[in-house]
Structure formats: C-alpha cells, structure tokens
C-alpha cells in the first residue's frame, strides 16, 4: 500500500508523544511535524492533514486507533467545545511532564542552556475549583434567555455555563443566580457585532481565604440597567458571602474587558484575601493570581532561596498591588515596589499600612526608568513582568545597577528564556535554579521563578 502524500486534505495515521505549548498534541509523521487538537500523548490516531507546510502541519482527529493510557473523561460537560480550558481530557500526571518538559524546552532551545537547572513542577493540591477570579462574556441567547460563559474555541461564539470546573465552587450558585436574574431584570445583553446592548461581562471574586465574593457587572452604558440597587441588595441577602456589587463601565467597541472606571452599587469596591499571613484588598480589576494556593507554594520557595536575614535591600519590579512585595518584605531591610499603573500603587500602599509594613515604599513609573533612578545597588531584584517579558531597557537597567541576585517570575517560558539569555550572555550573571509551578491545571500554562546570581 502506497504512503498518503504530504498534502491538504490527506488522511494519515500517527501516534501522538508529546504536547505543544498552545494545547495541541505533537507527532511526527515522515520527519514532519502534526499538531492535533484534543489528543494525549500515546494516542494511535487517524488523522486529516488541515493546514499543510513543509516541515509541519495542522490536523483534526478522524478516529482514535489506540487511546493513550493517560486519556481521561473530562470533567466538564462541554470541554469538548468550551475554549476555556484545553487538557481537561488528559491525565493530570500527563499535563505536569507536558509543562515541565516546556520549561526545559525553552530554557534549551530559546535560551541556550545545555543542561538548564530546572527542579521537578510543584503540582498542584487542587487540579479542580482553583481559580479564585472568573470574566465571563455576555450575549443574547435563544428565548430571550441570557448566555454568559467561555468563548467556544477559535471562535467569538459563547458556550453558556451554569458551573465551571475550575472555578472556585462557591462562585457556580452565584454565577447561575445572576444569569437568572439578569434575564429577568430586562437589562439587554451586550452584541458585540452591533455594538448594541448593556451587560458585556460578568466579573466573579472570591477570597480563597476569606469566602468573601465580589460581583462586577461590566456594561456598556451607565444609564441601562434600572433597579439595580434593588437587584443588588437581593444577590446579598441570597449570598451573605458577597461583601460588594459594583459596575464597570467598558463603552469601546473592543476586546479589553474593563473600562477605566468602576462604581460600587452595594457593600465594600474590594475584597479581603489572606495570603502568607498578610491581607490584601482585591478590586474587580485588581491584578492578582489566581491561583492563591500555588502562590504561597511559590512563596516558600523563593523565600527558601533567598534565605533573607533582615538587612538586604530588594526592588520588586511590576510589583502590581504589592503580592509579591509585601512577604518579601516581612524579612528584608527594606523593599521598594515599582509599577506603572498608578491605582495599582495606591493600592499597593493600602495593603501595606493595613499590614503594618513601614520598610516598604511603591514609586508609580515604568521599570526601565526607575531602576536606574533609585540610586542604589541593591541586594535583590525581583522581576514578574507580563506575557511578552522585560523590555530591552530593563535588561540594560539591571546590567547597570548590578544587583547581587536576581529572581524571575514568569507565566511564559518563552520569553523567560529570551531574557534569561539576555541577562546571562555577558558574564555578569549565572542561571542557578528554576523552579516550575503548576498554576493553571487543565490548560497548557505554566508558571515559573528563575534564579540568578553574580557570576565570582
């Protein structure tokens, strides 16, 4: 029987042996490589070639020959469709060697290290109900009924949700609750091909900690939703939990989910958490992790590598509301956060007078700028920039105050591995350990802290 030709639209067979960052599953068919959506590693499959190019392709699933012993049933009912989460059909072991095998990847590949020092992924607790922050898209439904859930993969259309698995389990009475009422309430949901209608976005908080719920409406005009001070003061007396509903409003015909202000309807504009022994106030647009357990695990192992005594000077750098900054600066001499959004900061300070923290002090301003202004060298500098990395200037920046260590906290290996190279290429510093952390169970992200120090 001759081989299938290397073309759009041919049918292949192959097994699947490993998984890509984006979620796809990887095989290699004649030296070429085929990413497959919704497969595990150790599927036999019967595939059809979709998008073809010389050295690789993209393919659907025609049949499972063979399944990988490390295909599961889902937990969810509609993750064959819903975008929200990518791996919930492969085994939790299977999903943690995947990532760990991406750190170790990049770091190579990307980065240059031959051997690059990465520890075994701290996995996580609780692969289910983790997440303590869900956005939820909203659109017209059939029978004027008002859906609100995930976007559908590769595509703007909404797969409507009462529950969601990885959410923390508390919100899913909530979120079913709100949906109903909103239905009820009148208030049009938002079209996003028109531009027309109200509610765009249900916002959902909850302190791991503390139970306390947060509920954002985020809508498109102010003036269109009529008796909501009543509805609030419903949802409250239904969900004692709930500390405060507010309203964002988001008027631009695009995709950011929060506008530039937010009003509070009811109750408290914040949450409480507890995190490493401190508090934190949480607004709707707060950035903070959302894992809150794997941020402690995380916690204790830089706290561990650093093995602060008390008199060390540490700058953390995109320090947001201070996460990061506050524990860091239970044990240091003196820890200074930057961050360039300014409510961030007010914030940031907020958390540190409520936690009774006088050796810390946040500047508003971009990281390249401040650095070299603070006018001093200090002991440490912690880095947890967002997705796309450190700009060129604040490679430059460090090289130049020249910090005794150096700790980079990462949500994408990629460009961890880009500016670990960047920091490393000339000497000055040496990569001495990374350590993975499984942040975002059933879906392809990993979060990671790397290590630096001087090169003697």
């Given at each position: 029987?001759?081989q ?20 796809d ?10 990413f ?74 990307l ?57 923390d ?9 709100v949906?109903?009422?909103?239905t ?62 507010c ?16 009003r ?6 914040a ?24 941020t ?6 830089i ?9 060390e ?23 200074i ?7 961030a ?37 912690l ?54 952390a499984?942040?975002f ?16």
């Open positions: 029987m001759s299938p030709e290397w073309k759009q639209g041919a049918a292949i067979e192959l097994e699947i042996t490993d998984l890509a960052d984006s979620g599953g990887v095989g290699r068919w004649a030296d070429r490589v085929v497959v959506p919704e497969t595990v590693p150790g599927d036999y499959l019967s595939v059809r070639l979709l998008q073809v190019k010389p050295t690789f392709a993209r393919a659907k699933i025609l049949s499972i020959l063979d399944p990988s012993p490390d295909r599961v049933r889902p937990g969810c009912i509609v993750a064959d469709k819903c975008g929200g989460c990518q791996w919930q059909h492969v085994a939790y072991g299977s999903q943690l060697l995947a990532k760990q095998r991406q750190v170790e990847q990049a770091l190579t590949r980065g240059g290290f031959e051997e690059p020092p990465v520890l075994p992924i701290l996995a996580a607790a609780a692969p289910l109900a983790y997440r303590n922050k869900a956005t939820y898209p909203v659109a017209p439904g059939p029978d004027d009924q008002i859906r609100a859930g995930y976007y559908q993969k590769g595509s703007h259309k909404i797969v409507n949700l009462n529950q969601c698995p990885v959410q389990d508390r919100l899913d009475p909530l979120l079913r609750q949906k109903q009422d909103l009820a309430s009148g208030w049009e949901p938002y079209d996003e091909t028109t531009h027309t209608g109200t509610v765009r976005h249900l916002a959902l908080r909850i302190g791991r900690r503390t139970g306390e719920m947060l509920l954002t409406l985020v809508v498109r005009d102010w003036e269109a939703l009529p008796g909501l001070a009543t509805q609030a003061e419903l949802w409250r007396e239904q969900f004692p939990q709930l500390v405060g509903v309203v964002n409003q988001q008027p631009q015909r695009n995709n950011v989910i929060f506008g530039p202000e937010t509070c309807v009811l109750g408290r504009p949450l409480e958490e507890h995190l490493n022994g401190l508090v934190f106030e949480i607004r709707p647009e707060t950035f903070f992790q959302v894992n809150t357990d794997q402690e695990e995380l916690l204790k192992t706290h561990q590598q650093l093995a602060l005594t008390g008199r000077i540490l700058v953390d750098a995109y320090c947001g509301v201070g996460t990061l900054t506050l524990p860091l600066a239970q044990r240091a001499g003196r820890a956060g930057i961050e360039a959004q300014a409510e900061v007010t914030q940031a300070r907020h958390n540190a007078e409520r936690n009774q923290l006088t050796n810390v002090e946040f500047q508003v301003g971009k990281v390249a700028d401040l650095l070299p202004q603070l006018g001093l060298q200090p002991d440490v500098v880095l947890d920039p967002p997705r796309k990395g450190c700009e060129p200037g604040v490679i430059e920046a460090l090289w130049a105050i020249a910090p005794s260590r150096i700790v980079y906290m990462s949500c994408k290996p990629a460009t961890l591995a880009r500016d670990l190279k960047l920091l490393c290429e000339q000497g000055q510093y040496q990569l001495d350990r990374v350590q993975p499984d942040f169970p059933q879906t392809p992200h990993v979060e990671c802290v790397a290590f630096l120090s001087e090169r003697r």
